[in-house]
């Protein structure tokens, strides 16, 4: 089967750094991508990782270790509009994308 | 900033009856998908569209589903007799390329089925 496995939730303070992980057993392996998902809300792509390292963007930067079927998301200076779920996806050799189980991130002031 | 549009963004109906969910892809995208997401779960691929064909449809995405682009801007998906357990929020996607590095979603549309 496929499956892509992320802790359910994750709570942080303003300002903190908080890292969300993603561990993955699919089929085949194209790339790691990251969405944000406010409540109600669309899917909204973060980043991407096609090659084992780290991708930076802002205060988001996403890491991929294929060796390890391995990926995490890290947050910066932790905003409160951070308050989102965040999926993890991988693109397994098709157009489609496989979703994690999904994080829940709460930020506190 | 270029969007995918999606309408209705609620939709209620009775079991066995047919729905009809709207989407309108960002213009120069090649590449549709439909998702679907049940409340509190995670977002689940159903099928993916390109140069008027299905490239690819997963296993919920059996006969009662269609999907079609109708003309240029549109692509629709279509669900035959609704069940209860088609209640979710669906997704529309498109990307310029194929693979997955950028998709972009719509807004979705809530369907909630009696």
């Known amino acids: 089967g496929q499956s892509l496995e992320q802790p359910s939730e994750v709570t942080a303070v303003e300002g903190a750094i908080v890292q969300i992980n993603c561990t993955y057993q699919?089929?085949?392996?194209?790339?790691l991508s990251w969405y944000q998902q406010h409540d109600g809300g669309a899917p909204t792509f973060l980043s991407y990782n096609a090659l084992d390292g780290l991708e930076e963007t802002g205060r988001f930067s996403s890491f991929l270790s294929r060796s390890d079927s391995y990926g995490y998301l890290l947050l910066q200076e932790l905003q409160m509009k951070d308050s989102a779920s965040y999926f993890c996806?991988?693109?397994?050799?098709?157009?489609?994308?496989?979703f994690g189980t999904g994080t829940r991130l709460q930020v506190f002031p | 900033e270029p969007e995918v549009t999606q309408t209705p963004s609620h939709q209620v109906t009775q079991m066995g009856q047919e729905v009809i969910l709207r989407c309108v892809p960002i213009s120069n995208h090649l590449y549709f998908y439909w998702y679907r997401q049940i409340l509190g779960q995670k977002v689940e691929f159903l099928v993916s569209f390109y140069n008027n064909e299905i490239s690819e449809k997963s296993e919920i995405f059996d006969d009662q589903f269609s999907v079609e682009r109708p003309d240029g801007s549109n692509f629709t998906l279509k669900i035959r007799s609704t069940k209860l357990e088609d209640s979710a929020m669906y997704f529309c996607a498109s990307s310029e390329l194929a693979g997955v590095e950028t998709q972009y979603f719509g807004p979705g549309t809530r369907l909630l089925v009696l």
């Open positions: 996806a991988v693109g397994d050799n098709t157009d489609k994308l496989i």
């Open positions: 699919t089929s085949g392996f194209y790339g």
